[in-house]
């Protein structure tokens, strides 16, 4: 299979892969310079579908890679077809480890709301991807598992070609173990999204009137009579403050504390600024829309 056809097949694969898959045993494989990594676990175990993720066709990277890589996207797509497992590829920026971890998460949320099962390939990929993918996994509790390999192509050539970097002879597969991370309660994730996706969009964060729309126009409990009509101006304004100490000391207080989001001062006002480490949790939370899968 060629590129352009692997493309084109892709993209008619694209529209149906995220509702078809009740009850689905999915596999996400980020996928590097590999073959046997991706594939040799489905010598044992059966598979519905699976998402290879790599590098986009058009990347603005070094030509030869590319090239390299969308051979090793076509090898792995060919030997899971001949498995009879429906292939689906994501194109990601793979050295990026918040659009890694924006997809991925992505991926495992709506295939879990869907009813599928959802397992993820960790050893597929490179080492930076391959936190990002950790991270994924740990944080929407599916079954994460690596691939053992029992030694390693030198000099590229033939053998390379046939089995990637990694040359699995045995197939020893390790599911690891599962840590719960602590996420933000619920309400507190899907600001730092839209404090992101304002962000993105070249905004400059959330004053406390607009985070106290925001719970509105969401459904947060306490927040849902904001704009009933008060005839009396003074209790207009206790209302008001009433809802700002909650939004500071029930919500921001809790992200401020856990360095997701910082106050910015002009003068005597100030607004809400997502962090870096807020916009890691942003992108795991799995709410980031996603138009290459569907989102």
């Known amino acids: 299979m060629n590129l352009v056809n692997l493309v084109n097949s892709v993209r008619k694969v694209n529209d149906q892969s995220l509702t078809r898959g009740l009850h689905d045993v999915v596999?996400?494989?980020?996928?590097?310079?590999?073959?046997d990594r991706a594939v040799a676990p489905f010598a044992r175990n059966r598979a519905d579908r699976a998402y290879i993720l790599a590098i986009p066709p058009d990347a603005d990277l070094d030509p030869g890679m590319v090239k390299k890589q969308h051979?090793?996207?076509?090898?792995?797509?060919?030997?899971?077809?001949?498995l009879g497992i429906a292939v689906t590829f994501v194109p990601v920026a793979m050295f990026d480890i918040l659009d890694v971890l924006k997809v991925v998460s992505y991926l495992i949320r709506t295939e879990k709301?869907?009813?599928s099962a959802v397992y993820v390939n960790m050893s597929s990929c490179g080492r930076k991807t391959s936190v990002a993918v950790t991270l994924a996994a740990m944080v929407h509790e599916v079954p994460l598992y690596y691939v053992s390999a029992d030694r390693y192509a030198t000099g590229g050539g033939e053998e390379e070609c046939a089995h990637g970097l990694s040359i699995v002879e045995n197939v020893r597969t390790e599911v690891f173990q599962r840590f719960r991370i602590m996420m933000p309660?619920?309400?507190?994730v899907r600001l730092l999204v839209e404090l992101l996706r304002r962000k993105e969009a070249g905004g400059d964060g959330m004053t406390s009137e607009e985070i106290i729309g925001f719970f509105h126009d969401t459904g947060v409990h306490g927040y849902e009579n904001l704009h009933t009509a008060e005839r009396d101006a003074y209790q207009r304004a206790r209302t008001k403050r009433a809802l700002l100490n909650r939004t500071n000391r029930g919500y921001l207080?809790?992200?401020?504390?856990?360095?997701?989001?910082?106050?910015?001062?002009?003068g005597r006002n100030f607004s809400i600024q997502i962090t870096k480490a807020g916009e890691h949790i942003a992108c795991v939370s799995g709410l980031v829309p996603c138009s290459r899968v569907g989102g």
Not at 27 to 35: C, D, N
Not at 71 to 82: G, S
Request: proline content about 5%.
């Open 185 to 188: 309660k619920p309400e507190n």
């Open 27 to 35: 596999h996400i494989i980020p996928l590097g310079h590999e073959i």
């Open 71 to 82: 051979f090793f996207v076509a090898r792995v797509t060919e030997r899971l077809q001949e």
């Open 113 to 115: 709301e869907s009813g």
């Open 253 to 266: 207080g809790e992200l401020e504390e856990q360095g997701y989001v910082e106050r910015r001062w002009r």
